[in-house]
């Protein structure tokens, strides 16, 4: 099956620094990719996602970049705020399943 | 507009007692996916189910773990004679039917159940 590797487990940052989680996966059938935020004591709220058909999409200060090649893909958060302190989910789901494989979390810390 | 609604949000239980848990999806909304997050790990898929019928439960335990979405109601995750192990944050997400489109992929995630199993 799917296996979703996610680095780092933690990571720290100043703030309006920006901020990278990188993920791989192992499935090359796999080709909707989303990312969750969970706030403490909360569910993972979706919060970007990118399909294979596409190598980048950006909304705001968040982007995904995916390298279907590499099977890689990233979150880049620029000008980080000290609400965007979360833990942050990767996740590969394959065409023509509704379940995704979740990587293990990041845990990004913004210091005002 | 409520989101996926989830009830209780914190559950004690002793060893050998039941546990239920509680599920509304978001309106529209008429698949609806169980995870289970234990402390610093990610979520681990349990079960998929639609209305009056179980998709897929390929990650959900063989004993004691039960799962139903009626007709009428919300979805119920139901943990029989409970063990330690099972303590853990219990999770719903919901998504609308595959007729969709790519908003079916779409998953939106419930505020969690804490279970506390002494």
């Known amino acids: 099956g799917e296996n979703v590797e996610q680095h780092p487990s933690t990571l720290s940052v100043q703030e309006g620094d920006s901020a990278v989680i990188k993920c791989t996966y192992s499935?090359?059938?796999?080709?909707?990719f989303p990312w969750y935020k969970q706030e403490l004591g909360k569910g993972p709220q979706l919060i970007i996602d990118i399909r294979s058909n596409v190598g980048e999409k950006k909304d705001q200060r968040i982007a995904v970049t995916l390298n279907k090649t590499a099977k890689h893909f990233s979150l880049h958060i620029t000008e980080t705020q000290p609400e965007d302190s979360a833990v942050y989910f990767c996740?590969?789901?394959?065409?023509?399943?509704?379940?995704?494989?979740f990587g293990r979390g990041t845990s990004l810390i913004v210091h005002p | 507009n409520a989101g996926v609604m989830q009830n209780p949000r914190h559950l004690v239980r002793r060893r050998g007692q039941e546990a239920r848990l509680r599920c509304s999806p978001m309106k529209g909304h008429s698949h609806v996916y169980w995870y289970r997050q234990l402390p610093e790990e990610g979520l681990k898929f349990m079960v998929y189910l639609q209305k009056e019928n179980i998709i897929d439960e390929s990650g959900m335990p063989k004993e004691r773990f039960s799962a139903e979405f009626p007709k009428e109601g919300p979805s119920i995750l139901r943990i029989q004679q409970v063990v330690r192990g099972d303590s853990a944050a219990y999770f719903c997400?919901?998504?609308?039917?595959?007729?969709?489109?790519?908003?079916?992929?779409?998953?939106?995630f419930g505020p969690g159940t804490r279970l506390t199993v002494t």
């Open positions: 997400a919901s998504s609308p039917s595959p007729g969709a489109g790519r908003k079916a992929y779409e998953q939106y």
């Open positions: 499935d090359s059938a796999s080709n909707y």
């Open positions: 996740a590969a789901q394959k065409g023509g399943s509704y379940i995704p494989t």
